[in-house]
Structure formats: structure tokens, C-alpha cells
């Protein structure tokens, strides 16, 4: 069954879309990431334009994670003061990145852009995160005791203007998760992404926040930042697909639900490896994508030119 996506312009079959909504709404609510890493490449491998990629899948993703972060809300799973400070950062950084993308746009270089962008942090986050996994599984095979119970303090712990998050039991100051907050709200606005691969791995690996509370978190300031994105986008350059969007949306509501109970069954050093095996899968085929010839050439032509 055929249905016409009337800002994409083209025809797609609604249930391989449904299929795809409920795909990445699965993989957002069990690894606590919006999923725009996987659709946005997805709808760019199906023939939706990049731009509208992007700006129709931060309206998915908004929809996903707030039905995910209900799933963790549910179980106590969301630390909303330490989710409010992300999301202030997480605001002002939408904004910059909408003004970039739509700055990219105009001077016809967005395409590009995205799928750098894609290469490059899918495969430094996704890397750094495989190799963490193995060395946590092979300490844990080994018997190892590991050695982050007594962390050493750090230059994150010097910062100035701290404040005490009684969920996440940590006492920092706020302008790490502010900064954090800013980077994953510039890449939402660029990439279409809700950043949570670049999130998760933050608040465990920079704040050292509870497993517990990381996913659950991560998808509450996901839901804010995107409806931002979402919002920038429809107003500055008018390619947010409603149609396309509300069917992605549908199906991904239901698959966040399904997703975060199979991610509560699973270990972090399994939910972890998963997630950068993905990652990096991704990035692949964006990275094979750049540098593999294309099947039709864009051709230069001059207009209006007689005797070719």
C-alpha cells in the first residue's frame, strides 16, 4: 500500500514505514536513544532527502522518547533535575544548530554535511564505547574486581557551581552537564538525531551517573530537545513531513514500550556492546556510501547554449 509524502514528494510503502517507525522505536526505549542514528540514514537509503530527513526524524524521535522515558519514569529510572540542567543546555544548542543547518542549506552543502557528520561521531563514540564493552566483559570473565567503585577525582570535579542530584546521588557542578547538553542539541538540529549515543556514553563515562538512571534520563532530555529541533526546523526552513512523521511516530510509540522492558532484562555491558555494534554498522555503510561512485552522475549543463 502506497502513500504520497507530499514535503518529500515521493511514494513509499506505508507498512515497510510502520515497519521502520516500530524498528527504532524498539531500539529507543531498550538502549535509552532517540534511534535517529539508524532512521535518518534509513529514510536518506530510501530515497527521503537528507534535509528532510533530518527535520522529520527529530518529530519521531520526540514522540519515542517520551513514551520511553514514561516506561523509566514508571520504574524510577529518571532523575528530572539532572534532565533539567541537560535540557538548558540542550535548548541553547538547538538553536545554533538550526541557524548552522539552515546557513548549510542555503549554500547547498547540508547533503554532505549530514553524512560527515554521521561518519564522524558515529565512529569515534561507537568505537570508544566497543572497546569499553570488551575490556568490562573480559574483567568480568576473568574475575577481575573492577576498580571504577573508588573512581579517582578528575578536572570535571573542579569545576565551579555545584549542585547536588539526590536521584543520581552525585554532587557536580552543572556546567559539564550543560556543555553536554549543548553538543547533543546542536547534533539534533543537524543531524536528526536525539544524541543519545553521544549521551548515554556521557553521563556514565564523564558524570559517572548511575546505570540505573542514565537511560531513563537520557530519553527525558531527548524529548524536549527535539520537540525544539522539530519546531526550528518547520519554522526556518519549512521540511518537517507531517504525514511521513505521524506514521513513524505511531509505530514507534508501541516499539519503546516493547523495548524498554527487553532493556531491563539485559546487563549495561550488554546493553553497551549491542549499542556500539549498531553504531558502528551505521557508520559504515554512511562512510562506504561517501567514497563508493554513485549509480546515476549529476550532470552540468549549461542553459540556453545551442550546438552541443
Request: aromatic residues 8%.
Amino acid at each position: 500500500m502506497q502513500i504520497y509524502l507530499p514535503i518529500a514528494e515521493l511514494s513509499m510503502n506505508i507498512f515497510v514505514l510502520l515497519a521502520m517507525g516500530g524498528g527504532v522505536g524498539f531500539l529507543s526505549g531498550m538502549f535509552g536513544v532517540g534511534g535517529g542514528f539508524l532512521m535518518t540514514p534509513l529514510l536518506i537509503f530510501a530515497g527521503v532527502p537528507p534535509a528532510i530527513a533530518v527535520a522529520t526524524e527529530a518529530n519521531q524521535i520526540t514522540a519515542a522518547s517520551v513514551s520511553g522515558a514514561v516506561a523509566y519514569w514508571r520504574r524510577g529510572g529518571v532523575d528530572f533535575k539532572m534532565g533539567s540542567v541537560l535540557i538548558g543546555g540542550g535548548i541553547i544548542g538547538t538553536y545554533f544548530g538550526a541557524m548552522i543547518f539552515t546557513y548549510l542549506r542555503e549554500i547547498g552543502q547540508v547533503d554532505l554535511m549530514i553524512s560527515l557528520a554521521y561518519v564522524i561521531f558515529l565512529g569515534s563514540i561507537g568505537g570508544l564505547m566497543f572497546v569499553e564493552s570488551i575490556r568490562s566483559i573480559l574483567k568480568a570473565r576473568r574475575g577481575e574486581v573492577s576498580t571504577s567503585v573508588r573512581r579517582q577525582r578528575t578536572w570535571i570535579d573542579a569545576l565551579p557551581f555545584k549542585m547536588r542530584f539526590r536521584k543520581s546521588k552525585m554532587y557536580i557542578s552543572v556546567i559539564m552537564p550543560i556543555a553536554i547538553g549543548a553538543l547533543v542539541g546542536v547534533l539534533a538540529a543537524i543531524m536528526g538525531v536525539g544524541g543519545g549515543f553521544i549521551m548515554v556514553p556521557a553521563m556514565i563515562y564523564l558524570l559517572h551517573m548511575p546505570t540505573n538512571v542514565v537511560i531513563g534520563t537520557s530519553l527525558f532530555q531527548i524529548t524536549f530537545v527535539t520537540a525544539a529541533a522539530t519546531y526550528l526546523h518547520s519554522v526556518n526552513t519549512q521540511t518537517v513531513d507531517v504525514v511521513l512523521a505521524v506514521i513513524l511516530l505511531t509505530a514507534a510509540v508501541i516499539g519503546a514500550q516493547i523495548g524498554a522492558v527487553v532493556g531491563a532484562k539485559l546487563k549495561g555491558e550488554q546493553l553497551r556492546i549491542l549499542l556500539a555494534g549498531m553504531v558502528l554498522l551505521v557508520c559504515a555503510k554512511m562512510a562506504f556510501d561517501l567514497v563508493v561512485e554513485p549509480e546515476e552522475l549529476f550532470t552540468v549543463s549549461a542553459i540556453g547554449v545551442e550546438g552541443h
